[in-house]
Each structure stands twice: as structure tokens, then as C-alpha cells.
């Protein structure tokens, strides 16, 4: 199959785009004699920003009567296995659907503070000094969660980090095993004071960690002298070393309560509790904290994990000499549970209305669409910055106000909370009728996948024609599951006819 075939061109664009090494000055684009940014429009297409790819090309892309093939040939992947199709690529880009004229505004409020746009970087190693936050702002984050100011200085392990990879996927988790910030309470302050001095309109977030009321209070105090616009409370880390912080107090209400309150004591800006996904509700300590006087709500921390067992050493990771300890699991893979929680305090009439400040695995403008639909009025990351550079924040803007413009939106707030009305009660959903999969048969490519799941991990439901080499419904047995829909490679399986059920009696 032909990478610029039309009949699979998003599944070739996907699976090549994510192939691509996403190079630093990047060889293809160097080598381009018609100038094109490949780089770009390829990063464009890895975080699902089609349109904004399109827009980087010429009305007439060059590649399909390029002779020399130059971006091909200087691909560095070709050192591994085999390079990327970059010209076909393009041409692919091309194709796409180029942008309208953007009328639409990303600018949001939240916690009666203004933001450019909902995209922040969170309190992580991604924004830890003046130069790291500096170039974030430069390129168009709107703010920055600094990392955890406590009193004391943490004594850091070597190394730190550890990712859950999954068939050719290299970063699908991330774990790590990081505390607060490295550097002292006076140097984070003069950090500080320099960001708000240099960047008086981006957004300066102070995530502080006290290790009783007092320092609390204080730390509070400070932050607020220093200029932040914000205060964070990290109630939620879930591998600092002593008792008393990180999600031992997220876990319990009355030291989130005392906590809370210490904090309003030493200053009079908005504060969020940053909140643990370790644990079953976490309404029970969001209430808690908007009752003692936080203005809003962050959510999620990374997730209490164990990954990688090593076996033949029997060691886990990150590995420090043999040793591991209980770290934070962060990344795509948590971006179901980020929602569910975001959901449920949403769902929830005692702090309905408090501002949620979502992060857990975004990496695209979708990811981050999802969770201001889920009622979140802005977003924060780190693991794809970690992954991929503070550069997508191009591909965010851009194919966040591509997606509005085009659903004739004009207010990235027009989106927040829209999604909430869909989620249920599971006895509340229609369970009287079954949706049918359609078997789109000239887009499938007979590899029988569906046969396999579904007999397997199904209801027996789909046959193999080995003489045509294709699947065939078996409507009889078939519950709608839509189980075919998902495992299939080819997107020749859609959702169908939705029909009553019929009685069994």
C-alpha cells in the first residue's frame, strides 16, 4: 500500500508521523532545496493538528516532482532502520483541510486571574528556574506552576526516571521518583521575583509543601511578596520521603482542612489544592480544602506506581543501585483517570462550581479540549514536555483555535463543562436497543483481527470466509460491544444500525 493511498491516508499519516524522531534541527528540513519545514509539519500531524500542517505548505508542494529526494535520504531514523517518508508526508499534509481565518479567542479567567490562553506548565522539573520558564513563556505558554518551594532542600536520587513502553510505543507511562524543588527557598524566591518582573502578563503559579501550619503560612507569605499570581498547595506528591507531606495529606480531609487555612493566613491570593488521585473520592478532600478556604481545585497528581521489573535482576525502576521505592505515574495512560476524577467533583453539588485547574496525560489540543469539556478552565503539562519540548505549545494553540474556528466557536470558553451532561449513571444509560458494527468491506484488508478478538475476548460473533478472506457478522450472537470496532487496524469497522432488542423469552 502506497503511503499517500487516499482510502487509508489518516492511519498512514498517524502511524508515519509517529515514527518520526522529532529531531532537533532537524536534518529533513536542512536538507529540503525547496525550503519546506518538515520538521514542523510533521510534529504538526504527530499532535493532531492536520490542519495547522496544511497551512505550514505551499499552495503547490514541490515534493511529488522533487528528484533528489534530499529530506529521505538526510532522515536520521535511516540510522536505526529505515528513514521516514517525509516527502510522502507532505504531500499527504497537503491534502488536508488548510485553516480558516481564526476569529476566536483563547483567553480565559480562572480564579479571577486572566490567562492568555488555558495552557500552563505544572509544577515539575519542566518549570524549576528563571531561563527553563522564561523560554516557556517566550514561546507562548500562558503559565507556569513552579516547581514545589518547601523549606529544606531534598537530597535527590540518581536516576530518577522510568517510562512504561508498549509495542512500539516508548513513553506510554512515565514514572519518577523526583521530589521538590533542588534549589533553596531564597534562590526559588529570587527566580520568582525575576519572572513576574520580566513576564508581568503570563501567569506565575507558586506550588508550595510546609511541613506544619507555620511553614505553611509562611511559605505563603513569601510567595505573595514575591509577586506570583497564584498560590498551589501540593497536598498530593506521592513519594517525599517524610510524614506529613505530599499524598499523605491529600488523603486526609483534616490535614488538608488545617492546611488550607494555614495557608489563607499568609496571603490573599487565589489558592488551589492540588489533590491525589490516590484515593477512592476525591470529593471528600476537595471539599475539605474549598471549605477552608482554597478558590479552586488542581487535578491530578501522578499516581502511587510500581513499573518494570527488571528480570534478571529482579530490580525495579528507577533502578539506584538495586533499589527502587514507590514513585509517581504520569503520562497518556492516565488521562482516563485524570477525567474521572475531574468528573466526579464536578458531578458533585458542594464544589460543582469550583475551578479546576486538569492535567494527567495531555499532550494534544484534543487532550486538553477533553478536559476543559469535562469543566476544567485550564490545563496544565509536563510529561509531554518532558517527551516532546515546550515547542508543542505551537501545535496546542494552533489546533485548539483551528478546532473552534471550524465549530464556529469564538471563545475557547464556549467548550467548558459542554461534555458534563453526557456522563450518567450506568442504570441510567439505554439499554434497550443494540448498535450493530458495519463492515466496511472494500477498506478492509483481510487480516482477520476482528475474528480473533472476538471469538476470543468476545461473543463468537464474527466468521472468517477463508475463501474470500474476509469476516462476516454472525448478527445473531452479536451483542454490540463494538470490541471489532476498536482492534481493527484499518478503520474498516464502523458503528452501524441501532436497533431494538429483541426478547429472549
Known amino acids: 500500500m502506497k503511503l499517500t493511498e487516499l482510502k487509508y491516508r489518516e492511519i498512514s499519516i498517524i502511524e508515519e508521523a509517529g515514527a518520526c524522531l522529532l529531531c532537533h534541527e532537524a536534518a529533513c528540513t536542512k536538507a529540503c532545496p525547496a525550503g519546506i519545514l518538515a520538521d514542523k509539519v510533521i510534529r504538526s500531524l504527530r499532535f493532531e493538528n492536520f490542519s495547522g500542517a496544511a497551512a505550514l505548505l505551499p499552495e ?27 516527502d510522502s508526508l507532505m504531500l499527504l499534509a497537503a491534502e488536508g483541510k488548510k485553516p480558516g481565518k481564526a476569529d476566536v479567542d483563547l483567553s480565559i479567567t480562572f480564579c479571577g486571574v486572566p490567562c492568555e490562553n488555558p495552557f500552563f506548565l505544572s509544577s515539575s522539573v519542566v518549570a524549576s528556574n528563571f531561563e527553563m520558564v522564561a523560554k516557556a513563556f517566550d514561546m507562548g505558554w500562558a503559565g507556569a506552576v513552579f516547581k514545589t518551594v518547601g523549606t529544606f532542600v531534598p537530597n535527590e536520587v540518581s536516576p530518577r526516571f522510568d517510562a512504561l513502553r508498549k509495542e512500539s510505543l516508548p513513553f506510554v507511562g512515565f514514572k519518577n521518583i523526583e521530589q521538590i524543588s533542588e534549589y533553596t527557598l531564597e534562590e526559588n524566591l529570587k527566580y520568582l521575583k525575576q519572572l513576574k518582573d520580566a513576564y508581568p502578563t503570563k501567569v506565575l503559579v507558586a506550588s508550595i509543601m510546609g511541613q506544619n ?85 488542581a487535578a491530578i497528581n501522578t499516581i502511587k506506581s510500581v513499573m518494570n521489573v527488571n528480570l534478571d535482576t529482579f530490580s525495579s525502576g528507577p533502578d539506584v543501585k538495586g533499589k527502587t521505592s514507590v514513585g509517581g505515574y504520569s503520562g497518556k495512560a492516565v488521562k482516563p483517570i485524570a477525567l474521572r476524577f475531574i468528573q466526579a467533583m464536578k458531578d458533585c453539588a458542594e464544589i460543582a462550581d469550583a475551578p479546576i485547574s486538569g492535567m494527567g496525560g495531555i499532550e494534544t489540543w484534543r487532550d486538553a479540549a477533553e478536559f476543559l469539556a469535562l469543566g476544567c478552565e485550564n490545563v496544565q503539562v509536563t510529561t509531554a514536555v518532558m517527551q516532546y519540548g515546550y515547542r508543542i505549545i505551537d501545535d496546542l494553540i494552533d489546533g485548539m483555535t483551528s478546532y473552534l474556528t471550524d465549530s464556529g466557536k ?89 436497533v431494538a432488542k429483541k426478547s429472549r423469552i
Open 213 to 297: 501550619e507555620d511553614e505553611w503560612t509562611e511559605l505563603a507569605r513569601l510567595m505573595t511578596e514575591a509577586g506570583v499570581d497564584i498560590i498551589e498547595c501540593n497536598f498530593s506528591c506521592p513519594h517525599m520521603a517524610a510524614n506529613g507531606l505530599g499524598s499523605d495529606v491529600g488523603q486526609n480531609p483534616d490535614m488538608v482542612t488545617a492546611f488550607t487555612k494555614a495557608t489563607r493566613r499568609g496571603t490573599h491570593l487565589p489558592i488551589l489544592a492540588k489533590m491525589t488521585p490516590n484515593i477512592g473520592n476525591m470529593e471528600i478532600p476537595a471539599i475539605a480544602a474549598m471549605k477552608a478556604g482554597a478558590d479552586g481545585i
Open 410 to 498: 469564538k471563545s475557547v470558553t464556549e467548550i467548558v463543562g459542554k461534555a458534563l451532561p453526557q456522563i450518567i449513571a450506568a442504570d441510567d444509560l439505554e439499554r434497550s436497543s443494540i448498535c450493530y458494527p458495519k463492515f466496511l468491506r472494500e477498506r478492509c484488508v483481510g487480516c482477520g483481527r476482528c475474528t480473533i478478538s472476538c471469538y476470543d475476548g468476545g461473543h463468537q460473533a464474527i466468521k472468517w470466509d477463508s475463501q474470500e478472506g474476509k469476516p462476516e457478522l454472525i448478527a445473531a450472537k452479536c451483542v454490540g460491544c463494538h470490541l471489532c470496532v476498536k482492534v481493527c487496524p484499518a478503520a474498516a469497522i464502523v458503528e452501524g444500525t441501532r
Open 60 to 86: 503547490t508542494v514541490p515534493c511529488a516532482a522533487c528528484e533528489t529526494r534530499a529530506c529521505v535520504d538526510a532522515c536520521v531514523k535511516a540510522r536505526m532502520n529505515r528513514p521516514i517518508a517525509v
